[in-house]
């Protein structure tokens, strides 16, 4: 969706709804903060000044109902400077809670952002600056990036948010363009896990029921210093046909292979999977791949 926060490990997303043109995030923090992050792609014609006064008018109404007041003052010092969009406006609400926050319209993508941090007043301008700092509202080079939980993976702007399941020990993203899907995997507690049995196969016996049809074969391979095995599958005939049949109803063409990487960081303690379903090119797969960090550079075994 091309809406992407750096959030710190100890906050985990809570909620995530939403597209390219409109969305709403929300992490929650250890001391009972939470993050919200709305955007929209809006007409320049709204002004940033505009769209702060609805959304603060909506949440005077809000309050009103639940017989509460609303005090609300436009410009946070602490927010000031917070990003380099030269239409950030600043603010700090307060009913039976409080909130600072800050809405800019970015230049580059046109959406409008309205990013706040609700919680113990007493300490929640710190945090506030570095989330409404970490906000990146559309995406660089033409891949969007998905961190969700502190998993990180980028994958090119055609690709849409399908799924995601945000376990503690399993975190898994599915995206889809439409054509071709992947599949991004993270599990934790690596070293328990494989004390008994080899990567691939405690893969095979956890996923495979998820890639049942393809044959696959798997070869030894390196990922980011780490021992990965690339898998490469293909559907025979049967099975083809059958996803054909299930494909044709709704006038596509089936995915007929499937590709991945699977490997284990002992930095970061975890085993990760990036997997795709495609007709024939991988690339979009090794791609994502590539470019995702399983542990912190410079930190490498
Ligand atoms: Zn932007
Ligand atoms: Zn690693």
Redesign the pocket.
Known sequence: MGVTAAIPDEWSPTQLSGDRSRGHFRVVGPRGHQFDVRWEQTPTSLTVERALDRYLAELGKLARRRKLSLMVKRRVRALEGSRRDPSLQTYTWQADQTAVGAAWRCDVCGRLVIAEVVGDPSTLELPARALIAGVTDHPEGGWTVWALYGLVAPAPDSFRLERQSLMTGHQQFTLSNGAEKILVDRWGLADLVLRSTTLPDWFRDREGTRFAPFRARVTPAE????TAFRWDGELPIAGRLSRGVKALTRLQQPMTRISGLL?H????N?I?AVFGEHRGNACNVFDVADRM???PQGA??
């Open positions: 990922h980011y210093g780490h490997w960081c002992p930095n970061s975890r990760y960090r399983c542990h490498a075994a």
